[in-house]
């Protein structure tokens, strides 16, 4: 589904990526993990198309997307892959429903369409009472899965998470970790995470340990 090839990666005089290949399958959940400074967090941000190789090529199903314009680029982001980063980024001013409904609205879906997709996935959540809700009435777990729902709402092929249970305490990582594997039996949803939590990277199909630029090894459970 998603094809990496060769990916390199430098700032200024400092390599980041030194030729990584690496292939990710539809419905899978594939971790990345690594010292600080290994490149987890560029390499994500590669994948999903925030940023651009210096050389190498990323393919999803076929489609080459450093061959797109901005906007085509920006229009494919949209539709096909959804964001999780370690601090929700929420918008303060919009209500939990709302900042679910936002990525719909701007992939251009109409109103009635977005509100009912986000509430099925808010209700899946386990968030339809928090639904009119802001920000700073809802808990770091809601936050988060709030945070989730968003990411979904346009069905992408692919949600790539940052540290997405980083800023969490024990009991919400654990129900956010299981989010993710109910989210890939209900929709079939394939997961990129970059995570230092180790419980959450034994937890996934295959972990990409990185070092200096590199993969080191790969580890599969050879359960998706």
Do not use: C, W
């Not at 990185?210 to 580890?219: A, H, M, R, W």
């Amino acid at each position: 589904m998603i094809q990496l090839r060769n990916i390199t990666k430098s700032f200024g005089s400092l390599q980041v990526l030194r030729g990584i290949d690496l292939d990710i399958e539809k419905g899978e959940i594939v971790s990345i993990v690594g010292p600080s400074g290994a490149g987890k967090t560029t390499l994500l941000q590669i994948m999903g198309t925030l940023d651009k190789p210096d050389q190498g090529t990323v393919v999803f199903d076929g489609l080459d997307v450093n061959t797109l314009s901005q906007k085509k680029l920006s229009q494919f982001r949209n539709q096909h892959i959804g964001f999780v980063f370690q601090f929700h980024q929420l918008l303060p001013e919009f209500t939990a429903l709302e900042n679910v409904m936002i990525p719909a609205f701007i992939g251009g879906t109409g109103r009635r369409e977005a509100q009912q997709r986000a509430v099925e996935l808010l209700t899946f959540m386990g968030l339809q009472d928090r639904a009119t809700h802001k920000p700073n009435e809802l808990s770091g777990g809601e936050k988060q899965r709030v945070a989730v729902a968003r990411a979904l709402v346009n069905r992408p092929t692919v949600v790539m998470a940052d540290e997405p249970s980083g800023s969490l305490d024990s009991q919400n990582k654990e129900e956010l970790h299981r989010l993710f594997f109910d989210l890939r039996q209900q929709y079939g949803q394939t997961f990129v995470i970059v995570t230092h939590d180790e419980a959450l990277a034994d937890m996934t199909d295959r972990t990409i340990h990185l070092k200096d630029g590199e993969i080191e090894k790969t580890v599969s459970l050879l359960n998706f």
